[in-house]
């Protein structure tokens, strides 16, 4: 009994993993996620800041680097990160210099967020 608890139990633990990005130029990239987002990366190449977890990849081709958010009809952003600290945010990617593809807004349904665009044009949603 106590071997399938046991198994029950490794089977139930999922984590997320980092959103995987492939990018024209890692060394500018990885500049811009922790000069203007704050962002910090460690020795396995992640790129971090709370729950915002990437694994960035530089591409042979530019070309290959296509964002989902550019495709006709796809979503608004790339990457969606849940916060209740929008405001702040906004404020310091602003004084950081972010690009910004939607300022900070709140939605009919009340949702409230701000979309900043990257260096390859990936979008990240940071709302709630």
Known sequence: MMEQSL???????????????????????????????GCQHD??????????FLLMYEADNDRDVKPIS??????????????NSQEELYEEFKAKGAVFASELN???SG????????????KIGFGS
């Open 43 to 52: 020795d396995c190449g992640h790129t971090t800041r709370e729950g915002l």
């Open 106 to 108: 709140i939605s009919e």
């Open 70 to 83: 550019n495709i006709a009809g796809g979503p608004p952003w790339d990457i969606l990160v849940y916060t």
């Open 7 to 37: 198994e029950q139990d490794v089977k139930m633990k999922i984590n997320t993993g980092p959103t995987l990005l492939l990018v024209s130029n890692l060394i500018n990239s990885r500049r811009y996620y922790e000069e203007v987002l």
């Open 111 to 122: 949702w409230k967020e701000f979309i900043v665009q990257d260096l390859d044009g990936y």
